[in-house]
């Protein structure tokens, strides 16, 4: 879960996307706010949704496997929903 964390902070960082990190370990008002604003169709079948979850403000964007996906495909700033800055995919 770390790496993958790392790995979306890493990559926001690199391309200067402004983001904020919510500890859900130590927070208890931010882990009940992530579970509950995961779409359920998008939560897995038993237990609770594992971080990294992404949001655009209070947009649901998708998990690591999702984000991961966005990469590969240069679609990251759609994932996110965002407009993409000029010369980048």
């Known amino acids: 879960i770390k790496k993958q ?3 979306v ?3 926001m960082a690199a391309n200067k996307i402004d983001f904020e990190e ?6 208890e008002e931010n882990r009940k ?6 779409p359920v169709d998008c939560r897995p079948a038993t237990g609770n949704p594992l971080p990294p979850q992404i949001f655009n403000g209070d947009k649901y964007c998708g998990n690591y496997e999702d984000f991961f996906y966005a990469r590969e495909e240069n679609a990251v700033y759609a994932f996110l929903g965002l407009t ?5 995919k």
């Open 84 to 88: 993409a800055p000029p010369g980048s």
């Open 5 to 7: 964390q790392q790995d």
């Open 22 to 27: 919510c500890d859900i370990a130590a927070n």
């Open 9 to 11: 902070t890493g990559f």
């Open 33 to 38: 706010w992530m579970r509950e604003n995961v």
